[in-house]
Structure formats: C-alpha cells, structure tokens
C-alpha cells in the first residue's frame, strides 16, 4: 500500500521502507529548535547534546525580557548556546517569532522532521516537513539524543479545486475547514489538489501553522514550483533535499474537497475555531476594542502589506486599539523599508516588536474584562489573551483592518477599494 507525505518522512527518519497506520516509530530529528521560555524556568544544563549543528535557539516569547525571570532565562539561553556552539542562535535584534525565523532561514526542510516546544510547530509543514510540536522534557530528550518517538496517525486530505479568490487569504480558508469539518483529532493533514498553485507560501504556512487549532498531529503541503523558489531564496537549494510526495495509492481516513471559487471571508466566534467560523457575511457587526494583527500565523510581511492597504489614507475608529506585530526583526525591517509601518501608524496603529506577546496573553496587548478583541492571531479559547472575561474574535488581517476603520465587524469587500488585496 503506498503512503501520505507524512508516513514517507516518518519512515525515511525511522530508517524503514514503509510504516502504517498505528505504528510506533523512532526517527532521527533533523532540527531541534529551541525558545527562550525553555531557558525561563526549570533548566538544567546538559553534559552533552547530540549535534550542535542540528539545533537553532530562537528568542521569541518574551522578546525583550519583560520580566527578571525572562531576563534569567535570557541569561541561560545565551550560554546554553556559547557553551555548546550553537550557530543558529537568534538573539535579541535577530530574534522574531520562532516560525517565521525558522522559515527565514531555511530551518524547517522538505522532507525532513522538525521538533520544536512550542504547539504551532506544525507550521513547518508549509515546507513539507514533519514539524511537530513537543513537550519540554521530550525537545530536551532530542537534544541530547537526537531521536524522538513518534505514533503514525490516519491522514485527512484536502483537495483544493479553483482559483483562490482576492480578498480571500489562508486565515479564511482555514477558517472554512474549521467550521466546515472540526477537529482532526490525532490525524494528521495533507493538502495539495490543482488550486493548491494559487495559494501563495505565506498562506500556506498560515494554514499549516493553524492546523494545531483543530488538534492535528501534522499539517503538511507538497514541494511544488512555488515552494521550490521560496527554499532556493531561504539557502535550501533542490538537490539539497528530498521532498515527499504521497504515493498515488496512498491511504486517506478522508478525502475532502475545497472549491476556492467559492470560498469568502470567514470569522471564527470566541471560544474555539472548530465548528464555530463562519462566512462574515453571517456575522453579526460586533462593535471592537481591539484589533489585533500578528503571530506566527499573521504576522508575516504580506500581512502587514494587505492592512496598510486598506488603512492607507484612513483612521482607526475611537475608542479602538489597533496593535501590529511583525513576526520578526526581518519583517520589521521590510514593513519599515516598504512604507507599510508608516501606512499603519499614520492611520492610528500600534506597531510593537516582533514577539509573541499579546498574542498568549503575556505582554503589549492584554484584553481587560468585558472588552471585544478581533485578531488574526492563532488562539480564540477564553482567556488567551488576557482577561477570561474578554470575546475574542478571529479573522484574517484584512478584516481584522477593516474593522478597526469601523469599530465592528466588518467585511473588507465592503470598504471602497485603495488598492487590489492579494
């Protein structure tokens, strides 16, 4: 029987000609990566670990320290990285949100296994790589080790069929697969079909990244020509690597089909994502305190590009809080370069530094009791971002930027065009 993406790199890390459904397997990690919240509490430095070469340390959580326990933790991770000659040691002015920066920098590779503490890890698989999320105590069993354990789950695949539409973006198809089918539950995702070519990288990692918010193991994409450039761009050059792609027999729990044609804005109501986003068009106009346009999964350069185009020449409504994070130093300094942080504080924005920070509910943003956020960040449950009293509400940036010109929901259709939405 052939195999998905995922099972092809499984069993190439495990070393084995094929693996199933149900099977335990032992692989080789390709990239550890490690976070300055690893370093915060509870480190213990080791002896030894496997291979220098094969870990990156990423400061990103809690980006500049914004407490002497972060501070401390800054403190071990630079000489965590000093002692055993980390490399790929993203420091504070390199830093940025671990995902991005690993996509930067070519870390997370086709065909290759990722392991890094942090749950949105999956958004590797924009690259074709098994990038997974793990606990502390087991990314500190990988580094030392080098190998980790992994159980093969059923894969869902998507199929996507048409031409994505403008004004359309990654958020809002995950959005609709979401609401659509819920949870993946210990299964992992595969997506490709004919309309996969219109869906450019940035989206793909958004959906990838997201897969995490229905409870996939993996979220995985095929190589393809657009990939193909982005890697040769990022230092990954073909032949460097061994992209999977799925046998044509391969098994499926589920093959489901999107019509991009027919797809439009979505938004998720508070509380969670699955079962729960719907067309914005169904949503009612709930009036915001704050926007929110960043993280891992948003806060990418094309993102920021699409807000400032739609609040150039505008205002932020009173009485609402527009926050912008870049994903990373780099992207800071394109957005600066292109005009596009200048659009948006010209309109009433607040551009922070890249970090994670309001996104988990840390710092530069908390919500207070009773507010209303609408974000583009990756989390919607109770009490993520702040108070557990706060409604947070998820869309993509260009809606999120749309309503924080309105002071509600709003669908980005509606406002009169500046400039053609990617």
């Known amino acids: 029987m052939g195999m998905t993406m995922i099972e092809k790199i499984l069993a190439r890390n495990a070393g084995l000609d094929e693996v199933s459904v149900g099977q335990t397997v032992v692989c080789d990690v390709d990239m550890t990566v490690m976070i300055d919240l690893q370093f915060a509490t509870g480190w213990v430095q080791p002896l030894k670990i496997n291979d220098p070469a094969k870990v990156a340390v990423i400061m990103d959580h809690a980006v500049p320290a914004p407490s002497v326990s972060d501070a401390a933790g800054g403190t071990r991770a630079r000489t965590f990285a000093r002692d055993f000659a980390i490399e790929k040691f993203y420091d504070v002015g390199q830093h940025g949100i671990c995902h991005q920066v690993i996509a930067e920098n070519g870390l997370a590779r086709p065909g290759e296994v990722l392991a890094c503490t942090d749950s949105h890890t999956c958004a590797g698989g924009a690259y074709n790589t098994a990038a997974r999320g793990l606990g ?17 789950a059923p894969t869902i695949r998507y199929e996507f069929t048409g031409t994505k539409p403008a004004g359309v973006s990654g958020k809002d198809i995950f959005l ?137 020449g505008r205002k932020v409504a009173p009485g609402v809080r527009l926050l912008v994070t870049p994903a990373s130093q780099a992207v800071y300094r394109e957005a600066m370069r292109a005009g596009y942080l200048q659009d948006l504080t010209d309109a009433g924005a607040v551009v922070t530094n890249s970090t994670c920070g309001a996104c988990f509910g840390y710092h530069m943003g908390l919500l207070g009791p009773g507010e209303v956020c609408l974000t583009s960040s990756t989390r919607n449950f109770t009490g ?9 509400y998820m869309a993509s940036p260009a809606t999120v930027a749309a309503s924080a010109l309105t002071g509600h929901v709003t669908d980005p259709r509606t406002l009169d065009p500046q400039q053609e939405l990617n």
């Open 136 to 152: 502390p105590a087991e990314v500190y069993s990988i580094l030392c080790t080098g190998k980790t354990w992994f159980q093969v």
């Open 176 to 312: 609709y697969i979401a609401g659509t089918y819920g949870d993946a539950t210990n299964h992992n995702l595969e997506f490709g079909g004919p309309g996969l070519a219109s869906i450019p990288m940035n989206d793909r990692r958004t959906i990838a990244t997201q897969g995490a918010e229905i409870s996939a193991d993996y979220s995985t994409f095929p190589i393809d020509d657009l990939a193909r450039d982005f890697l040769t761009a990022r230092g990954a050059h073909p032949g460097s690597y061994r992209a999977a792609d799925p046998d044509p027999d391969a098994h499926y729990a589920a093959v489901r089909t999107v019509d991009l044609d027919a797809l439009v804005p979505h938004v998720a109501r508070p509380g969670t994502v699955s079962r729960n986003s719907f067309p914005i068009t169904a949503i009612e106009q709930r009036p915001v305190n704050q926007c929110f346009i960043g993280s891992c999964a948003n806060g990418q350069l094309e993102d920021l590009a699409i807000a400032a185009a739609i609040v150039r």
């Open 384 to 392: 993520r971002m702040g108070s557990p009293d706060a409604e947070i």
